[in-house]
């Protein structure tokens, strides 16, 4: 199990985000995303390995190098994908953990609309539910929350998957990957916790209008 | 007088750096036959203004001007796309160059490659 976090500029929490995934799972991958903030640093202070991007980059972009870092150990069977903001809980990993171990889907999706979101601001409500409709129509699969960043895939998934877009459009393209190559999928109830930290780092709604225009222009040009 | 001079002299600088790049872009020939009719037809226009103003006229544009600016206007549009489209390509490739670097300097640390021996 490789358990990747994407990281930019988290050094006030990352140290906790990942003391608490290793307690569990111990190979973690911080992908330090150009961070200015004493990130890297607090990752070193952890057992987690460190690779730093010499630039920003930005998530998506993040992703796809500790992906690939960990596909480089062939012992490594399944890829997490977690946030560094200390919103995911360890817990639902491990219960995303025991529905792939059953072996009937290649890849688990978190939603934290069939599981309980605590602290959530109406505002982030509305456009997830907007990000949910938009994604469903477009990718083609059926979903409650298309934009968690938590997710658990087999390594066959992790080497078909070939993440482009550099910001936030991964999530939808991740979807979008799933419906076109009849992937195996199923969403599985997480818990998020949103807190002042989290909700002054999350997605704003101008993001938003990227993620949508980005999806978009991709299918008229490439 | 003196602008048309101008005008021809500046399209005529521009053709000749057309014709001296040099390098491995693909369909060159191409690009330099086409630079090569843009110039006689920017040439013309500027001799002969009323060409543009029939052009004009028989595509249902009132003055030659006018022609010339819609036209500009599209090409405007077009280039920036291209170039978008072009900057995002090379911004891929940059990426995942970046990212190559990052996997072998982390490969190389050490502290990794301990941390690694501990799991396994």
Not at chain 1, 46 to 67: D, F, W, Y
Request: overall charge positive; charged content about 20%; proline content about 2%.
């Amino acid at each position: 199990m490789c358990v990747v976090i994407p990281v930019w500029n988290e050094g006030k929490v990352i140290r906790k985000t990942i003391n608490d995934v290793l307690k569990i799972y111990p190979f973690v991958v911080c992908v330090n995303d150009g961070s200015t903030d004493n990130t890297a640093a607090e990752i070193l202070k952890t057992k987690a390995v460190l690779i730093n991007h010499p630039l920003n980059m930005r998530q998506g972009s993040a992703l796809q190098t500790g992906i690939e870092y960990g596909l480089q150990f062939t012992s490594v069977e399944y890829f997490v994908t977690f946030d560094a903001d200390g919103q995911h809980q360890i817990s639902d990993v491990v219960a995303m953990h025991k529905v792939l171990n059953k072996g009937q889907h290649d890849i688990v999706l978190g939603s934290r609309f069939l599981g309980k979101s605590i602290n959530m601001p109406r505002i982030k409500k509305i456009l997830f539910k907007a990000a949910v409709l938009f994604t469903n129509i477009f990718s083609g699969i059926k979903l409650t929350d298309t934009h968690n960043g938590l997710r658990m895939f087999n390594r066959r998934f992790a080497e078909n998957l070939n993440l482009i877009f550099p910001g936030m459009a991964h999530a939808s393209e991740i979807l979008d990957k799933v419906g076109r190559g009849k992937w195996r999928y199923k969403e599985v109830p997480v818990t998020i916790h949103y807190n002042d930290y989290t909700n002054t780092k999350g997605q704003s709604v101008l993001n938003m209008i990227n993620v949508v225009s980005d999806l978009l222009l991709s299918r008229v040009s490439r | 007088m003196i602008i048309r001079i101008m005008l021809i002299l500046s399209i005529a600088v521009l053709l000749a750096w057309v014709l001296r790049q040099r390098g491995s872009i693909v369909g060159e020939a191409r690009t330099k036959l086409i630079a090569i009719a843009l110039f006689m037809a920017a040439v013309l226009a500027v001799l002969f203004p009323e060409i543009t103003n029939d052009i004009a006229n028989s595509v249902g544009v009132g003055r030659g001007a006018d022609l010339l600016l819609y036209g500009l206007a599209v090409t405007f549009l077009a280039s920036q796309v291209i170039y978008n489209r072009q900057r995002n390509d090379d911004q891929r490739k940059l990426y995942k160059l970046a990212r190559k670097l990052a996997i072998i300097e982390a490969n190389q640390l050490g502290r990794n490659q301990e941390l690694h021996q501990e799991k396994s």
